[in-house]
């Protein structure tokens, strides 16, 4: 049993020393990477949803020239993306090992997805709220912004939580590459090295991630749902 | 205040939703658009408010073109005019004042003045302690109350309301409609109302239009078109409950009380079938008071061709509106008319579900 060999736990020198910067390691990753992923795919959902044929500028030809590119990005398995995005890397961040390195794969494979879901959730906004505003006489930047994505912004928010518990279990996997973290941690001695307290220790830390990552998402989307 | 010109909606594909209509509103009046399931009466308010613009004609709203205007011209023109929708449409995010100031945050209001005549209209409408409430707080008739304070907040001249009380239950109805006539007088705005309902057209409206096939069929004040006794529009208007249980070849006098010059009240016509004798049956009657005249449609059954050809005769000659007619002839109008309510419950129906 690997709870039994309690004693394993404490006399791990791994867990006095590469535990809790692994986790901080993860917890800097995400939060760059989030960053990045609201940043550029907000606007880029937003955009979407503009030229889209029930948008309020909407334009066939663009459409489907950004619907290609955010499926080529979503359509490629992040392992792959992770290596064959090494060289821009390098150019972005001057490495392609450690924490820093693992953000840059970890966001252009997070935006795509993130603006599809961005997307959706716009749609999902009733037209009837967007004649009203029209018949006021507002433009379509106000209309955008005060009523589609202030409507949406629930819907948002759930969407930017998913698209962060997906990218958690990117950060391990970004892990088998030199990408840091917890999941380099749990491949290095849990797996290389047969450490099972250190795999538990990992797992359980990850869960929290994201459980921590859903509650903090939820807990905003209550407080800015009103439907 | 309203006028179309050889206004036409052609939509690609071919259909032909508006067919050269003519339609002229006056300041300060309550005008009812009604008209079956498909008959324009969605496109019409479409092309009012330039939400979708009308293939050919002209649309003048307070003297502005909406038919050309486009971009800012538009935007600007649409201030002038207050909308009402059947769902209401606020804003999920924002309190009942939030949405009422709205118009004005986009009209470049500043935000004292925007406190100021928010107040000014949640007193109008009743609902001064309703405004930290959000739209989910709300019932139907409040909701419906916040939307048509949001439609007054830019001081428009013209009020469309799309279908506004069809959500709601009839004492809620009856309550947005006196708020609707109450501000009218009031603020003196020029109110076009679109419904499927006649009870609203009766309630209010100061004159109507039957929309049908996309053509105005028949247009002009409330009492001088139910006194036109034989159109489809004022049996709609004034119509009767259904006769089921006739014999489909008996003979029924159909009678209109309603003409200037003829009986003043329904009491009348009684008293005067009375005084020459007749003993006829009453198999369905409607009466209303319609800006404060009594208006009936009576159906009666006498005993047989004969007796009822007596009875029209007398009618007619005191001025009452009276034909003869058959219980199954009745019967098929009464089906055709629950046919196209269903069209419209079922319509409803599928909008609510879908949101």
Redesign the interface.
């Known amino acids: 049993m690997i709870l039994a060999s309690g004693e394993m736990f404490l006399d791990n020198p791994v867990f006095h020393g590469r535990l809790w910067d692994a986790t901080a390691e993860t917890l800097l990753m995400m939060v760059f990477t989030t960053l990045a992923v609201a940043a550029f795919g907000l606007p880029l959902g937003v955009l979407l949803h503009s030229v889209s044929p029930k948008g309020l500028t909407p334009a066939a030809p663009v459409y489907r020239v950004i619907s290609l590119i955010v499926d080529f990005g979503r359509s490629i398995p992040f392992i792959i993306l992770m290596i064959a995005l090494i060289p821009f890397t390098r150019f972005v961040v001057g490495s392609a090992l450690g924490w820093q390195a693992t953000v840059v794969p970890l966001a252009v494979g997070a935006i795509p997805f993130f603006a599809r879901l961005v997307q959706n959730a716009l749609r999902e906004v009733d037209s009837g709220k967007v004649e009203a505003v029209q018949m006021m006489g507002a433009s379509k930047g106000h209309i955008t912004y005060h009523v589609l994505i202030r409507e949406a912004l629930p819907g948002i928010v759930g969407a930017l939580t998913v698209t962060v518990v997906t990218l958690i279990s990117y950060t391990a996997m970004a892990g088998t590459i030199g990408g840091g973290g917890l999941g380099a941690l749990a491949i290095d001695y849990g797996y290389r090295r047969y450490q099972s307290d250190t795999m538990v220790a990992c797992i359980v830390l990850l869960v929290a991630l994201v459980a921590l990552v859903q509650w903090i998402g939820d807990t905003v989307v209550r407080k800015i749902d009103h439907r | 205040m309203i006028e179309l010109r050889a206004v036409s909606k052609v939509y690609p594909g071919g259909v032909t939703a508006l067919d050269s209509v003519d339609l002229s509103i006056g300041a300060g009046e309550i005008h009812g658009i009604v008209g079956r399931s498909g008959a324009g009466k969605s496109t019409l308010i479409r092309c009012l ?1 330039g ?1 979708d613009p009308a293939t050919s004609g002209e649309i003048t709203i307070d003297g502005v073109n909406l038919g050309t205007a486009r971009g800012a011209a ?6 002038k ?3 009402v ?1 059947q ?1 209401v ?5 924002r309190t009942a004042e939030k949405n009422i100031a ?2 004005l945050e ?2 470049g209001v500043p935000a004292a003045e925007r406190k100021r005549r928010v107040d000014e209209l949640l007193e109008l409408v009743g609902l001064s302690d309703r405004r930290k409430n ?3 707080q709300l019932s139907g008739g409040q909701k419906q109350r916040v939307g048509i304070a ?1 439609a007054l907040a ?1 001081e428009p001249r013209v009020l469309l309301c799309d279908e506004p009380t069809s959500a709601l239950d009839s004492a809620t109805t009856r309550q947005i409609l006196s708020l609707i006539r109450s501000l009218r007088d009031r603020l003196g705005i020029t109110v076009v109302i679109i419904t499927h309902e006649m009870s609203v057209v009766r309630e209010i409206c100061d004159s109507v239009s039957l929309l049908s096939e996309g053509r105005i069929e028949r247009s002009g004040p409330l009492l001088e078109v139910i006194q036109d006794t034989g159109s489809p529009l004022s049996k709609e208007l004034i119509s009767l409950p259904p006769t089921a249980h006739l014999q489909a070849d008996a003979t029924i006098v159909e009678a209109l009380v309603a003409a200037e010059g003829g009986l003043a009240d329904v009491g009348e016509l009684f008293a005067l079938l009375g005084r020459h004798g007749f003993s006829a049956q009453v198999a369905a009657g409607t009466i209303e008071t319609i800006q404060g005249r009594q208006v009936g449609r009576l159906h009666f059954t006498p005993g047989d061709r004969d007796e009822a050809e007596r009875m029209a005769a007398v009618l007619r000659e005191a001025g009452v509106h009276a034909e003869l007619t058959t219980a199954a002839t009745v019967q098929r109008e009464d089906a055709a008319r629950q046919e196209d309510n269903e069209a419209h419950d079922g319509r409803d129906g599928q909008e609510g579900g879908a ?1």
Request: aromatic share 8%.
């Open positions: 408010t939400l538009l935007m600007k023109a649409r201030r005019i207050g909308m929708f769902h449409n606020l804003l999920d995010s709205h118009p986009v009209a959000y739209p989910a949001r830019a949101r």
